[in-house]
């Protein structure tokens, strides 16, 4: 027996003999869409081959579960720890390490899952564990595999435990589901969100949308409504959909800054309010390689208050920061050529040699570089060149740190400058090169030092520029590429 998943949403399919379906009615749903080459289905057999289960502590009794590469959706799902019954929030597609890892923290007593987008192998996991799925009556017709294990509730609240509840919220759809838990973030509660409120880059803002790749926003009224429901709720800390997109501190004043200045968008109201609180001395850091070290400045609002070189990253990260924005790959390839390298090279146009595409994990962890050479010819067809394999040790440390750090974003000094010009600019290594990058930032409010110790003036240009989007970044203002990735890794900002 063959059950097929969609490759672009994840969604697992009822047995459709050994073809299959025509086609995915979720994808072909106007918040969702099906991809330029046409609808493309796998199986679990080939997943399980192709990924592997990535599983973090978040806090004291949550633990985020995702895959690595991500698929589908790319989200990660969420383990609570609970004295009434675990929880699983949203789900991933995999079980194996993954179930025995939750059979490990005592099983679970219910799946409760935002939206149907994140639906995918649900009833895999119920079998597994012998326990219902919780959908909103009003989401029934996106069960793609029904099972009585799909228990449809009504009303607004669902109590799962004495610390957690289900809260019918709407929005993105009309059973859109949040998590309240009030024992989260140290007693001060948490609220898993799914996408449904969505977590914005930076960590500090959320927004709602009834479709984001399609980018169909609500109704006001719907965003006024849904804001009201949160009122009556305390939640220090937001979990959205993907590793990292979490409101570490604010979440109901962040709910309601977003409620405010969605409606007031909408409505084209002319003031602008600004982001709360202002950040004029929001503090964030660019980190360019030079030479042997790294070259680091930090911006506090506009200002250069800090240009100095160090000698590991690991002293970068001793900085009071929002973000650290680095020129390093980060989310390091197992097999495949990285979309994000591909896509800044179109980015960036002439200057496309300027971006390297990053080595396989495997060649970067080989001893010599003979060997690193042998192993890329193998698995990709392709060898890498001594410059990207010298870089080894460097890639692989803060592609470590970036796992467990969420300051840290990948960026590259062309795309931002590119970015920040609004076309591709003359070589660093031309005077009027350094010139216009000087000019570029000024007209950014951002005066560069005439000089840093031991830093030369390009890498101090490209630290700056790096510290640039960094702030866009903190600001929610920044954009990856892939322009459709949702992720902070893996996806180079600017």
């Known amino acids: 027996m063959t059950r097929f998943l969609c490759r672009t949403c994840g969604t697992e399919y009822a047995d459709s003999g050994e073809s299959p379906p025509a086609a995915c009615a979720i994808c072909e749903d106007d918040r ?15 997943l399980r081959r192709e990924h592997r289960a990535v599983l973090r502590e978040l806090e004291p009794r949550l ?23 675990n929880v699983l ?25 935002s939206h149907p987008h994140y639906y995918t192998t649900m009833i895999e996991w119920a079998h597994a564990f012998d326990c219902p799925v919780l959908i909103h009556e009003t989401d029934r017709e996106w ?34 589901q949040v998590l309240h838990w009030t024992s989260g973030a140290d007693g001060r509660g948490a609220l898993l969100s799914g996408d449904i409120v969505q977590v914005l880059p930076g960590q500090r803002r959320v927004s709602f949308m009834y479709s ?14 849904m804001g009201g429901t949160l009122e009556a709720y305390e939640f220090d800390r937001i979990y959205g959909a993907w590793w990292n997109r979490v409101v570490s501190a604010g979440g109901n004043d962040a709910v309601r800054w977003a409620v405010d200045r969605y409606v007031r968008a909408l409505d084209r109201e002319p003031q602008d309010d600004g982001p709360p609180p202002p950040d004029d001395d929001l503090r964030v850091a660019g980190v360019d390689m030079a030479g042997g070290g790294w070259a680091v400045v930090v911006l506090e609002g506009s200002r250069v208050v800090e240009a100095f070189r160090c000698e590991t990253f690991a002293e970068a990260l001793l900085l009071d ?47 010599t570089y003979a060997e690193a050479r042998e192993i890329a010819t193998a698995l990709t067809g392709k060898s890498l060149s001594a410059q990207a394999y010298a870089l080894s040790r460097r890639i692989l440390e803060v592609d ?70 960094a702030r866009r970044y903190a600001r929610g203002a920044a954009a990856p590429l892939p322009v459709t990735h949702r992720e902070r890794i893996g996806a180079i900002w600017r």
């Open 63 to 85: 633990t985020g579960i995702g895959l690595e590469p991500s698929f589908g959706i790319g989200q990660r799902a969420l383990l609570l720890e609970s004295d009434g019954g």
């Open 400 to 469: 470590e740190y970036a796992a467990r750090d969420p300051r840290i974003i990948e960026v590259h000094p062309e795309v931002s400058f590119c970015e920040l010009a609004r076309r591709p600019i003359p070589s660093k290594r031309r005077l009027e090169g350094l010139v216009e990058r000087r000019r570029l930032l000024r007209e950014e409010g951002i005066e560069v030092p005439e000089s840093a110790p031991r830093i030369k003036e390009p890498d101090l240009l490209d630290a700056t520029v790096a510290a640039w989007t």
């Open 321 to 367: 920061a929002a973000v650290i924005a680095v020129d390093i790959p980060i989310g390091i390839p197992e097999r495949e050529p990285r979309e994000a390298d591909a896509e800044a090279r179109r980015f960036v146009g002439p200057r496309a040699s300027s971006v390297f595409m990053t080595p396989i994990r495997a060649a970067l962890e080989a001893e």
């Open 212 to 225: 984001y790749p399609m980018l169909i926003p609500l109704p006001a009224r719907e965003v006024e409504r």
């Open 32 to 46: 969702q869409y099906v991809p330029e080459g046409g609808q493309q289905w796998t199986t679990l057999a080939d």
């Open 143 to 176: 069960v793609m595999r029904p099972d009585p294990a799909v228990e449809l509730w009504s009303g607004d609240v669902r109590e799962l435990a004495p610390e957690a509840k289900l809260l019918r919220l709407g929005g993105h759809f009309e059973g859109g």
């Open 89 to 113: 929030w949203d789900c991933v597609p995999l079980l194996d390490e993954m179930a025995s890892f939750v059979e490990s923290r005592g099983g679970l007593s219910a799946i409760a899952i």
